[in-house]
């Protein structure tokens, strides 16, 4: 009865119900005993040493041969950052940053857009809601090689449905994997296509912790869907929201299938990315440092935006 | 009422077992996979200590590494030579594959495998050079069998490299069908591939069928081809990269013509092999063009409709097309080198059995092979061998030794771009061919 709009508004943006548990009043670390806590140390410890044995071992090989001349057998000479250097002052690097940058904007943002949309969808009362629930997650369950070849029968020749569609209402034949231009828009057509159930699993998960009652109240104060859409949907699904980013700009940037099944980085580099080209570097031109050292600049990228992304998260908690 | 909480949330000092315990037990079982791994590098030396690993890709037919299995498994060495082991290695990644085994010493003591891969390895140091072999070719005659010039590009200075067993010929194949409905002759020089594609272009037929995209280098193959056809090529006779020339410069400016002219399919930058296969399945497509030696087979089509077109001649008169000489290596991480030689000598003495069987699609390095009934039974074979095999030149043309240059040549991303900047008919010969050079000379060890 004392719950003020403010406070009731607050609590709604954390995702709780009215008259739902709040935060803890007190740290739960201080609480801890200093034997507890030496407790937890010892038992994170194994799974920290694997962690670091896993992951740091090839950690420490791959900035060995990004720092040296040699190939898959022998790491060769020690060469500084020249392998960076020499990757930094490619025009095809810088082509293919720009690609990933398109790439990763396009394949995020619009599976995003596409996978909110049907979880908004989905949370209707429509017949045979199950049906499609399970028909929509087919483009992300289906082998990437699968539904590559799949793409490919529909848009590689001009003999291809896609193309004969165009051709049949007056738009010419499209060349959309031999045209530059049309190739990048297929490839991220096909990247939202196969990513967009993820999102919309993300989404309405996320959607299933908003309560009702927000909404209502929102009705009876007047707020139109758009107003409620804003207001309510986008605030309280945020964190997900920011975390479903994270997580597709991670698996866009380092896409590979995607892109080399579709078109192999053609026609002459229009859809090469970062990870396509590394790979190219390391097994087709053998040049395994200056490869590594893509890898590199990628994975600092990504830790880059995902702490962005991260702050984000905790200041929409902290709000 | 202590005990009928959840155990979890007992007191440590409650449950059934103590964290002591605990904390031990965890780290036994991190332990044992560590330990397991450290295990195994004992047997992780090559042969296992009692066979010769070969390591085999898949070649030729569905039933190919069967046959090939059985050569191996039936392969009885003599006095304390070892046995060999046959292993399938897939052709994703076999790069990878190889590089990692080698690099940890459980990689193979014999293989097949890419067709400049032995070139790469002997770079590193892996490789175990074959002149015993060679002895031992000569001294059971096979040695005089091999096909005129098939293994001088394995002849180094410090030694043989590898030993050739198959030929992967590029050929030019027409559809006889559609050039009768088109009213023209197989073409045998460039002018008459022009008039050719312009015929069949007129009943809808792909005139010159060629493909560049995912995992296609036929397009790779057809640029460097048409430059070698013009008594060009990639390298100088010196070994040395030589690309923009007057001679290579036309081949490529014939390249743009036939674009220009609708007779090279403008979607065909993109094409798969599998796009690729589909216009020579489509019988009313793909009507001339390079291809592997064994399209009919590769495509379902023995109805004799699809042809060995004849040896084209350069508008200098010049004739020639690729060959990609496939080849076994030895490696010196090996159980016994005694062994891997003696096995290698035998595994040569029983291919035919392959071709035999009809199992390969490439063309046999050995005289005697062409020879079987079997595989003279395919007329195009025959027209392979007799007309095509002797103008074959390797990726090293105009010079005439491969090295670990050719394999950076051969899927690099220069050659690759260069000819997806050609089969898209973007700029002109000169400016691409630069490009290319350009490409190549900044990934190539000189």
New interface residues.
């Given amino acids: 009865m004392t719950t003020t709009t403010d406070t009731g508004l607050a609590r709604a943006r954390r995702g709780l119900a009215p008259g739902g548990p709040g935060r803890p009043a007190r740290n739960r670390a201080s609480r801890l005993s200093s034997q507890t806590t030496k407790t937890y140390f010892w038992l994170i410890l194994p799974s920290v040493l694997l962690l670091l044995l896993i992951n740091g071992y090839p950690l420490v090989y791959a900035a060995i041969q990004a720092t040296h001349n040699g190939s898959l057998i022998e790491a060769g000479d020690f060469v500084g950052f020249a392998n960076f250097t020499e990757v930094l002052a490619s025009a095809a690097f810088w082509k293919a940053v720009q690609f990933t940058i398109v790439f990763t904007i396009v394949g995020v943002f619009g599976s995003w857009s596409v996978g909110l949309g049907l979880a908004l969808l989905l949370r209707t009362r429509i017949p045979a809601r199950g049906f499609f629930k399970v028909l929509l997650l087919l483009p992300w369950v289906v082998p990437i090689v699968v539904s590559s070849t799949s793409w490919n029968w529909l848009v590689a020749s001009p003999g291809s449905p896609t193309s004969a569609l165009f051709n049949a209402l007056g738009l010419g034949t499209p060349l959309f994997l031999a045209d530059p231009t049309l190739a990048q828009v297929t490839v991220c057509v096909f990247k939202v296509w196969i990513s967009f159930p993820f999102m919309m699993m993300m989404s309405a998960s996320a959607l299933t912790s908003v309560d009702n009652t927000v909404y209502e109240a929102a009705s009876m104060d007047g707020a139109t869907r758009w107003q409620q859409f804003t207001g309510i949907t986008l605030p309280l699904t945020a964190r997900s929201t920011y975390i479903s980013w994270i997580l597709m700009t991670i698996f866009c940037v380092n896409d590979f299938p995607t892109i080399y099944l579709l078109t192999g980085g053609g026609p002459v580099d229009a859809t090469t990315s970062l990870v396509v080209y590394a790979y190219r570097k390391v097994f087709q031109d053998f040049q395994t440092g200056p490869g590594v050292a893509i890898a590199f600049l990628m994975t600092l990228t990504l830790v880059i935006i995902s702490t962005i992304l991260y702050r984000q998260i905790r200041k929409s908690s902290v709000e | 009422m202590t005990s009928s909480r959840p155990l979890s949330r007992q007191p440590?000092s409650r449950q059934p077992f103590s964290?002591r315990g605990?904390?031990g037990l965890?780290?036994a079982?991190?332990a044992v996979p560590?330990l397991a791994a450290c295990g195994g590098g004992s047997a992780s030396k090559s042969g296992g200590g009692d066979a010769i690993k070969f390591w085999d890709m898949p070649w030729g037919t569905p039933a190919y590494n069967d046959a090939a299995k059985k050569i191996v498994e039936g392969y009885a060495p003599t006095g304390s030579n070892l046995k060999a082991s046959y292993q399938i290695i897939q052709w994703n990644?076999f790069?990878?594959t190889f590089?990692?085994a080698?690099?940890s010493k459980t990689g193979p003591a014999v293989s097949t495998g890419g067709g400049f891969q032995a070139f790469?390895?002997e770079q590193?140091?892996?490789i175990a050079y074959a002149d015993k072999v060679i002895d031992a070719l000569k001294k059971n005659g096979q040695y005089d069998d091999f096909l005129p010039g098939v293994l001088d590009p394995f002849k180094s200075d410090k030694g043989y490299v590898a030993v050739p067993w198959q030929l992967d010929m590029r050929v030019m194949w027409y559809r006889k069908s559609l050039f009768d409905k088109a009213g023209v002759a197989a073409p045998t020089d460039w002018k008459g591939i022009l008039e050719a594609g312009k015929a069949l272009k007129k009943i809808g037929a792909g005139g010159f069928v060629t493909g560049?995209?995912?995992?296609n280098f036929m397009g790779n193959h057809l640029v460097v081809q048409t430059m070698v056809n013009n008594g060009g090529g990639v390298w100088g006779t010196d070994g040395q990269i030589d690309v923009v020339n007057d001679r290579n410069i036309e081949a490529i400016e014939f390249l743009y013509e036939l674009y220009s002219n609708g007779i090279i399919?403008?979607?065909?930058?993109?094409?798969?092999q599998?796009?690729h296969d589909?216009q020579w399945k489509d019988k009313t497509k793909g009507a001339y063009g390079l291809h592997v030696a064994g399209l009919t087979n590769r495509v379902g089509d023995t109805s004799g409709d699809l042809q060995v077109a004849p040896v084209v001649s350069g508008p200098h008169g010049d004739k020639g097309t690729l060959v990609f000489p496939n080849n076994i290596m030895m490696y010196k991480n090996t159980p016994s080198q005694d062994s891997s030689e003696a096995f290698l000598v035998a595994y040569l003495g029983q291919i035919k059995e392959l071709w035999k069987q009809k199992q390969m699609n490439a063309l046999p390095v050995f005289k005697s092979i062409t020879e079987l009934p079997e595989f003279t039974s395919d007329p195009n074979n025959v027209k392979i061998i007799k007309e095509w095999q002797p103008i074959a030149k390797t990726f090293a043309s105009r010079g005439t030794k491969l090295s670990a240059n050719t394999?950076?040549l051969d899927?690099?991303?220069?050659l690759?771009?260069f000819a997806?900047?050609v089969l898209?008919g973007?700029g002109d010969a000169k400016t691409a061919l630069k490009a290319f050079e350009d490409g190549l000379k900044s990934?190539v060890k000189s």
Avoid: C, E, M
């Fill in positions: 440590f964290r605990f904390l965890a780290a079982a991190a560590a990644n790069y990878q590089s990692s080698i690099a790469q390895f590193q140091g892996a560049a995209g995912a995992g399919d403008p979607a065909a930058v993109s094409y798969t599998d796009n589909a394999a950076v899927g690099g991303q220069a690759t771009q997806q900047t898209s973007k990934v």
